[in-house]
Structures are given as structure tokens and as C-alpha cells.
């Protein structure tokens, strides 16, 4: 009996390791590989194609911006989803192409099209038609002061973001990671968000 209870004992033992290393790897080691990742610039299976932010930046969203639905925005609106971005000015026909494109983008995602958001910010006001056409498209475009400053964190290589027809990619943490110039080819933005959400854990 007492040798009974001693093997139950060591079983229980035994399980808690295995519990405890399991913890280790699904939490503790992704965490180390993205840290040597950014440390040493390494990216899984060959370069990015579009252009990377380095360091990656932290979007801060101005106080009292809100969405097409009128909810509030707030930091936690950047997190747990990728984000796919479109900043305009006036969302005019060059903006309404590009919106197009983020559409058949976010389309090719298949099985993690769940997993990302596609994002307008622009100052135009009257966005019925826009809705009409994309109706899961988020649009952030009041109040204007706000949407102005919320575009200045998009600035890349000192570019107007509301006049430079980029498309931008905020990963889940809430982090501007990379950005595509106009003419960057639409299969290649795909074929960079693909590869990051097959690498990452969160999001």
C-alpha cells in the first residue's frame, strides 16, 4: 500500500514536469525566438518583400477617435488582430482602387482571414458609398483633428501618409512592422502576410 501511494506520488511528479516543460515551450520559447528575430534581423524564409519598419512602431491613437459605428477608439483596437491599412486624405477614385485591392488582398487569406482587419483612415466624411461597397471595411475618419494626428504615426521616409498611397501592416501587438510603397505588387504584400501569420502565435 505504502509502495502504491510512493508510485502515485512520483506519477504526480512525473506529470507536473511535463506539465511545467510544455508551459516553457508554448510560452516562454516564442517569446525568446522573436526576440532573437528582432535582435538580429532575421526573417523566416527569406527577406520581406515590402519595406520594413525597423524598429517596429507603436501605434498611439489619439484620444477621442471613433469609427464608422461611433465606438470609441482605443489602443486595445490595434491588438489581437492584424491590421491592414489604407490612409487617404479624401478617399477619391486612387483610394477607392486601393480599397479594391485590400479587399481581393484580404480575400486570399483563406483560413486567416479571421485573423486580419482591413483599416481606412482618411479625412472624408461622407462614406456611405464606401460602406455600401465594403461593408466589413473599418473606417476611422472622425473627428478630423484626430484622424490627421493618427495619420502622422503612419510617416514613412517623411512622406505625406495622406497623400502617399501606401499600404501599411500593423501586427497584433499594435506595432507598425511594414509598409508598401503604390506600385508594390499586391501578390507580394500577400505573400509577406501569409508568411507572417503562419510564424506567429498571437494575432
Known sequence: MQNEKKLTELELQSKGRKVFMLMVVFFVVPVLVVILMYQFNWKPNGRSL?????????????????DDKGSELTEQFWINKWSIVYVADQCEQTCLDKLHDLRQL??????????????LITNTQDISKIK??????????KPIASVSNLAQ???INAENPLVSNRIYLVDSLGYLMMSYPASFPLADIRKDITRLLRYSWAG
Open 106 to 119: 484580404h480575400a486570399s487569406l483563406y483560413k486567416d482571414i479571421q485573423r486580419a482587419q482591413r483599416v
Open 132 to 141: 455600401n461597397d465594403y461593408p466589413d471595411l473599418i473606417v476611422i475618419n
Open 50 to 66: 515590402g519595406e520594413l519598419v525597423n524598429p517596429p512602431r507603436l501605434i498611439n491613437s489619439p484620444n477621442q477617435l471613433s
Open 153 to 155: 504615426e503612419f510617416q
